[in-house]
């Protein structure tokens, strides 16, 4: 079928041939915090990219379609190679996680040769295979703890990376990448949002900028914004991407959450529509392949986190 006849179909139809097709074909569905809510009903796990490709390496399921976008398709291909990994929308990528090039990368490595380098896991499989050791936002600080002082070179994200260092006193050559999503949020925002909520506490990504991330009352990953909710139970503003606060609100009765900023939207993560992810479940659409040259690599950047963490 073209994508022309899902898109044809209507919402109840779409969400009945999703479950159905994954039930007869033993599809396990993962959803990143960030996705539209209607897709995140319809998945068998929600939660952080790295959370979510360390699921598909232990689910049994021999066929795991990932509404995210294609790093952390990558990196579920990474953890589990064995198994077949597909992506509703091969366009769905990441500006962060393309803001830096593995020629770049390469580049750092040999100008720097006595720093490690540690990538966010918003990046590709290559800059991964490059990588001395990856991080999560949610690990970043004590993997640098970890490292015991090491001259470092923090890919992707300057945000994160200025976080990172204000938090260790780290030697850090931090590369100039960063979210649109996140960098969108102001001092104004905060000051806005605080004047409508004045009991909610504040929750800042730290891919926010430095005098954004300075007025929280707490720095965390999505991951982390998500438990304060649900064990919390207290008003909190948002300031990531609206997904998060769309889940929590579903999920976490009477919870009281507020966004930082109504279109604070991630455009590729909103790529995945339902007629898009019913295409994939029923016909394939789109594998994603990584080289296992660059997988093996990668692999281990990403085991000597999990060593540390």
């Not at 294609?70 to 929308?89: Q, V």
């Not at 004045?198 to 891919?207: G, M, R, S, T, W």
């Not at 604070?264 to 394939?284: D, F, H, N, Q, W």
């Amino acid at each position: 079928m073209a994508l022309a006849d899902y898109l044809s179909m209507s919402d109840d139809e779409l969400a009945s041939l999703i479950v159905e097709e994954k039930k007869k074909k033993g599809i396990v569905i993962l959803a990143h915090n960030y996705q539209r809510i209607e897709i995140q009903k319809l998945a068998d796990y929600i939660g952080d990219s790295l959370e979510l490709s360390r699921i598909a390496a232990k689910v049994p399921a021999r066929t795991i379609v990932f509404a995210g976008v294609m790093f952390m398709a990558e990196t579920a291909k990474i953890l589990a190679p064995e198994k077949r990994i597909l992506i509703p929308d091969e366009r769905a990528g990441c500006p962060l996680a393309e803001s830096i090039t593995a020629n770049q990368l390469r580049e750092l490595r040999s100008k720097y040769p006595d720093r490690l380098v540690v990538s966010y896991v918003n990046t590709t499989a290559e800059i991964k295979a490059l990588s001395d050791i990856v991080c999560t936002s949610a690990n970043a600080v004590k993997v640098v703890e970890h490292l015991g002082g090491k001259k470092i070179i923090f890919v992707p994200d300057k945000n994160l990376g200025d976080w990172v260092k204000k938090c260790t006193g780290a030697d850090m050559i931090i590369w100039q990448g960063s979210c649109y999503v996140h960098e969108q949020f102001t001092v104004e925002d905060v000051k806005r949002a605080k004047e409508l909520h004045p009991d909610a506490a504040v929750l800042i990504h730290p891919e926010a900028s430095p005098d954004v991330v300075a007025l929280a009352d707490l720095v965390a990953s999505t991951s982390g914004m998500y438990k304060f909710a649900k064990e919390k139970r207290t008003p909190a503003i948002i300031g990531t991407e609206v997904g998060l606060m769309e889940r929590i609100r579903h999920e976490i009765q009477d919870s009281k959450v507020y966004p930082l900023k109504r279109d604070a939207i991630c455009k590729t993560m909103k790529y995945t529509t339902l007629p898009k992810l019913a295409r994939s479940v029923r016909e394939g659409f789109f594998e994603v392949t990584v080289p296992d040259d660059i997988r093996e690599k990668a692999f281990s950047a990403v085991r000597r986190m999990t060593e540390i963490v």
